[in-house]
């Protein structure tokens, strides 16, 4: 190639950079200004904090997948997981295990976060190691995570059993700090940290040239079986700190917990601006996309529009004119 | 052969069958072709020279109707046409033979030749006649590969044979070869270079885009030099000796193309390697290399010395023993060996060596980034200050900092490629294919930078089919065929005469008559 | 609770087919959704109670309990289950649509058929049918709400999954509130999922600014309706009316709460009344063949103790 194809690309790419980062957000101001349309009562404080509180579990785990999806793999297991990792939480805390009310929550806590983690690993190790398509592996973890809950609460509900570690957990979800719900809290801090490690960090930097060209990756040095497996243990965990935020709002994991939530962390995540092919990771983006979901589903309800047997379509047709949007945004010279 | 060739009855006439009248092209402010006028006449090979970036490859896609002219227009039989499209000037039997491989590497061979042309028998695709055409076409190019196997299994070599195929099967009014022999072996380059004769006998022009200046001379009737998107020149070949193409194409005296050195070989080896096998591609292969060495690795393309050398610093699973310095080491990852000092840089730039879709920055610092980590942060500062130093000491020319890697010509590419694994301050390089793809310029460059490092006491490992280009800066070469390591050439003997014959296991007459044309 | 109500038991004949013997070898096999929600998690938990109940009571009776995740693998459990000789079969299919023909083979090989909560498209297929009552478990729910808001009122809605039952029960609730001047602020769906109805009751709540109750149909959903009023702060809301029997929401009528003051009775346990009625039929020779409807009692204060199984899952 030559240096006239490079004073061609040059141009492009400046634009590029700038519109696809801003891309969602601007779809989500759209978003917004329709949404006040609809119904005056969409832009009060109550009704934009719920749904801010409510996305905290997607936009959560869509951080952790954009890890694994900017490193070039796919996590499916990551909505059973959840209601894996809630189940497993709430029988220990069921147990009394530990004495005091703190010191459970924080054990629980604790272990949440490991068994997500483990959860995590298990995902990462047999998709590296066995060599086969995190597709595939996760349909499977997905099947089988899920049906240790179901298992586990013998096709019933795990719920919370003692009320005094109920009422201390229960502001984790409903809880605020200086008007700022506890989740939004949350997810402004997993999303700094996933920036940092992304965007400041060596292994950030590699999780990008590991999803950019896993050859490229390899040839420079970098242990790419390694660098997959921990996007995703940093999705297991993701899921767990979600989990923790989940389980103080109705006290109990049930078979239906997390159900769907892998499709909408992946969308949440491409919305984001996120390729799926990898190499490419926006973590504010993503969480963005996870408003934009929450959003366009609080805007169904609050408006009269639309018969409620026809959400599911306008949803879905919302969702792509977000991304087209997006699109021509990014193609525009 | 002739079966292989869909072409039209030829009607030789003195009317140009395509021709560029005042062609410029611009891209936003920056004009990277200007007012250019080139007729080609019916049975000649043209062939257009010019350094990486003096604009043949726009010209090239705005021939081919990739691209339109911002001025000028294009006249084919003397009436002015404007493409919609590369499919609009196939169709008018302007063909383009790309350098990179586009070819779909999960079907087989005679699958991608049909692409989007498949045979049909009522409602299914006929098969046998697909691999019938594909096996006589790819044979009429002098090269022997089965038409059921699957394109992702060849060789890089083969592909483009197999993408040259592809390109013939139409009628071709005018074919354009953008640096086809860059991968090919001897070999295969003599067979395109009849394939080209043949072309040119059946009345169609052929333009010929090359960095092999003897290999132009042998066979282009006119040569149009191309400087800073200007067209300097349009000559006949006769009497324009390879030097000549060379300053006209650089705009002064190429003083020489490999640089004067002093070999500073000390007696102590620097790499010891016993006994190596990498299974299906190497076997048994010992060698060593001693400090301030360039040792050369010749053989046709397919005889394992990329694997074998990939094997050797943990790319690939082998066996044998490797000491370096003096001590048994074991690379078991290409981690170990860049951490024990050894780099290799990837014959396959664009797929193995650089992240085409990320900034110079990221690539520049990515084998090493390791040290531009503080705490947990990256240095990014250092890091700009990484690329600055890269792109002044090895003249990486890009109009800005925050291009893409991809939007890199190819020599600019390979000078980022070196930059980034000079970082990790090796002690032994190995390059593969260093100057595969680039201009006359960048090569003198490269082989001046290969020579620095020999001289600062490092050892280099060159592995190239360019036999000149080793003969020019290597103090020894070890031949290879069919992964093993089976002649060894030094001082006088180096010559290309004699490698070929360890390369092919031919006779020295054979093997010069094959090697004439070089 | 196993009351017989509405509608005919049509009885069918007796076959004269000689003395059965108590220690005679049946099987009777069991096909039920696996557990996915709440409800049919209580399918799961009674079939497998009823099965060893029966099994003990019948010696030679042999009960195979099987849970399939959808339609599809439901049907080819049917087919797994006949190759393996069966007597009879009890089933709650996932869909009446998809399972009717698969059902129709089993009984093809003169297996006697209890279909259960869901009737399937062709009525003759089925020789037993056991089911709640879906439109008087809406019709129970509005005249409650009808009668304690005194006719006046502003009521929301939250639907399950678009499918036969649910359409039943909404039409029964439009009867039970009809000719009164209750408005129905909203209908949503809420998947039968307290996730989603816990979201679906906080957009009610920031759209409508006064709501005297909340209709949800299914106990699960009103886990989530309850913690959204509760966040809200709202008090405006008198009470909730769900439904199902789950033992959350019978003890919260047990002990008085003013959201939860009734439950409307669709319990998990009817497979195991089929079951019974099933093996009955097998071996006591009893005429069993006909439709049994489970009331949709109204579980209050006073009769709660009778529906509360505190070691079910539900």
């Known amino acids: 190639m030559s240096d006239t194809t490079t004073t061609a690309g040059e141009k492009r790419s400046l634009r590029d950079i700038d519109l696809r980062a801003v891309a969602p957000f601007v779809a989500l101001a759209v978003l917004l200004v329709l949404g006040a349309l609809v119904n005056p009562n969409f832009l009060g404080m109550d009704n934009l904090l719920n749904v801010l509180t409510r996305s905290a579990f997607i936009a959560i785990i869509a951080v952790g997948a954009t890890f694994v999806i900017s490193a070039g793999g796919l996590d499916l297991s990551v909505g059973s997981m959840s209601a894996f990792v809630a189940g497993v939480m709430i029988l220990f805390m069921n147990s009394g295990a530990v004495a005091g009310i703190f010191p459970m929550l924080a054990a629980a806590m604790l272990l949440a976060v490991v068994v997500g983690g483990l959860c995590g690993l298990a995902n990462g190790t047999i998709t590296t190691v066995g060599r086969i398509e995190p597709f595939i592996v996760t349909l499977g973890t997905m099947g089988i995570f899920r049906a240790l809950v179901i298992w586990l609460a013998e096709g019933g509900s795990i719920a919370m059993k003692a009320p005094d570690l109920r009422a201390a957990y229960r502001p984790v979800y409903f809880g605020n700090v200086l008007g700022v719900p506890i989740p939004v809290l949350v997810i402004i801090a997993v999303g700094l940290i996933g920036a940092f490690i992304l965007y400041r960090t060596a292994f950030g930097r590699h999780v990008i040239a590991v999803g950019s060209n896993e050859d490229v990756a390899r040839y420079s040095g970098i242990p790419v079986n390694r660098v997959r497996t921990l996007t995703y243990v940093i999705q297991g965990v993701c899921v767990a700190i979600a989990v923790l935020v989940y389980v103080p709002r109705l006290g109990a994991a049930t078979p239906t917990t997390g159900l769907l939530w892998e499709l909408q962390a992946i969308t949440a995540v491409v919305i984001g601006g996120t390729a799926l092919r990898g190499g490419v990771g926006r973590i504010w983006g993503t969480i963005c996309g996870a408003l934009i979901l929450e959003v366009v589903g609080n805007i169904m309800v609050l408006s009269d529009l639309v018969s409620e047997y026809l959400i599911g379509a306008v949803q879905g047709a919302i969702i792509i004119i977000a991304m087209l949007v997006q699109r021509s945004l990014m193609r525009r010279r | ?518 | 609770m196993r009351k017989l109500l509405l509608g005919s038991v049509a009885l069918g004949l007796m076959l004269a087919a000689g003395v059965a013997q108590a220690q005679e070898k049946k099987t009777i096999a069991v096909s039920i959704p696996a557990a996915d929600h709440g409800w049919t998690g209580g399918v799961v938990y009674h079939a497998e109670q009823e099965a060893k109940a029966l099994e003990a009571r019948y010696p030679g009776l042999k009960v195979i309990v099987k849970t399939s995740p959808d339609g599809a693998s439901q049907a080819n459990a049917l087919e797994d289950l006949t190759t393996q000789g069966i007597d009879a079969l009890v089933t709650l299919p996932h869909n009446s649509d998809e399972l009717t023909d698969p059902i129709r083979q089993v009984k093809s090989k003169g297996v006697f058929i209890t279909v259960v909560d869901r009737a399937l498209t062709d009525n003759t297929v089925a020789d037993l049918y056991v089911a709640g009552n879906n439109p008087a478990l809406g019709r129970v729910a509005g005249a409650y709400i009808k009668e304690k808001l005194n006719g006046k009122g502003n009521v929301v809605v939250i639907r399950g999954l678009p499918i036969v039952i649910d359409e039943e029960r909404n039409k029964g609730f439009d009867e039970g509130i009809a000719g009164s001047d209750i408005k129905v602020l909203d209908r949503q769906f809420g998947n039968w999922s307290r996730d989603d109805a816990f979201k679906i009751m906080q957009d009610y709540l920031s759209k409508y600014p006064q709501i005297d109750a909340v209709w949800t149909q299914d106990d699960d959903m009103a886990v989530g309706v309850l913690e959204a009023i509760n966040q809200a702060k709202r008090t405006d809301i008198q009470f909730v009316i769900a439904g199902a029997g789950m033992k959350d929401m019978i003890k919260k009528v047990m002990d008085g709460d003013k959201m939860i003051p009734v439950d409307i009775l669709y319990p998990p346990a009817m497979v195991a009344v089929a079951m019974d009625l099933t093996a009955a039929g097998l071996y006591d020779k009893l005429p069993v063949r006909g439709s049994y409807i489970l009331d949709a009692t109204l579980v209050t204060k006073e009769n709660a103790s009778q529906f509360y199984y505190p070691d079910s899952p539900f």
């Open chain 2, 1 to 518: 052969m002739a079966t292989a060739f869909a072409n039209e009855t030829a009607t030789p006439s003195d009317r140009p069958l395509l021709e560029a009248v005042g062609i410029s092209r611009s891209f936003g402010p920056v004009e990277v072709l200007s007012n250019i006028n080139l007729a080609l006449m019916p049975g000649e090979v043209h062939a257009i020279i010019g350094e990486n970036g003096a604009g043949k490859s726009t010209l090239m896609k705005i021939l081919a109707g990739h691209l339109p002219p911002t001025r000028g227009t294009l006249k084919i039989d003397g009436e002015p046409v404007a493409f919609t499209g590369p499919v609009d000037a196939e169709h008018r039997g302007i063909v383009l033979v790309h350098q990179e491989i586009l070819l779909a590497p999960d079907l087989t061979v005679a699958q991608n030749i049909y692409l989007g042309r498949e045979i049909r028998k009522g409602l299914t695709l006929d098969d046998r006649a697909m691999n019938k055409g594909a096996a006589q076409a790819v044979h009429s190019l002098g090269a022997d590969i089965e038409p059921t196997t699957v394109v992702g299994r060849l060789s890089i070599a083969k592909r483009q044979l197999v993408q040259i195929a592809r390109a013939l099967l139409v009628p071709q009014r005018v074919v354009i070869f953008d640096e086809p022999t860059a991968s090919l072996t001897l070999t295969e380059t003599d067979a395109l270079l009849k394939v080209i004769g043949e072309i040119r006998r059946r009345g169609a022009a052929v333009l010929y885009i090359s960095h092999r200046l003897p290999e132009v001379k042998e066979i282009a009737d006119r040569v149009t030099v191309l400087r800073d998107g200007k067209l300097i020149t349009t000559r006949d070949a006769e009497g324009l000796e390879p030097v000549d193409m060379a300053r006209l194409m650089v705009g002064r005296d190429v003083a020489k193309l490999y640089p004067d050195r002093v070999a500073a070989i000390a007696p102590t080896l620097a790499l010891e390697v016993e006994g190596m096998n990498v299974p299906g591609y190497a076997e048994n292969a010992s060698f060593v290399l001693k400090k301030g060495e360039i040792l050369g690795f010749a053989g046709l393309v397919g005889a394992g010395r990329t694997e074998l050398l990939e094997g050797v610093v943990g790319l690939r699973r082998g066996s044998g023993k490797v000491k370096l310095n003096g001590h048994p080491v074991h690379f078991v990852t290409p981690r170990d060996s860049m951490r024990a000092g050894i780099v290799y840089l990837s014959e396959d730039r664009k797929g193995k060596g650089l992240l085409l879709a990320q900034d110079l920055r990221i690539n520049v610092t990515l084998a090493a980034l390791g040290q531009f980590v503080r705490g947990l942060l990256i240095d990014r500062k250092k890091e700009a200050a990484a690329l600055d130093g890269a792109i002044t000491e090895f003249d990486i020319r890009t109009r800005r900092k925050d291009l893409l890697a991809g939007q890199l010509s190819g020599g600019n590419q390979q000078k980022l490629l070196l930059a980034k694994m000079m970082l990790l301050n090796p002690d032994i390089v190995v390059i593969d294919e260093p100057t595969r793809g680039i201009d006359i310029g960048t090569k003198e460059q490269i082989y001046k930078f290969i020579a620095d490092l020999a001289a600062g006491g490092r050892s280099v490992i060159v592995i190239s089919s360019e036999m000149p280009e080793l003969i020019g800066i290597c103090d020894r070469i070890v031949v290879m065929r069919g992964g093993r390591i089976v002649g060894e050439v030094t001082g006088d003997r180096m010559t290309e005469d004699e490698i070929v014959v360890y390369a092919t296991g031919v006779t020295s007459r054979e093997a010069a008559s094959m090697a004439g044309h070089a």
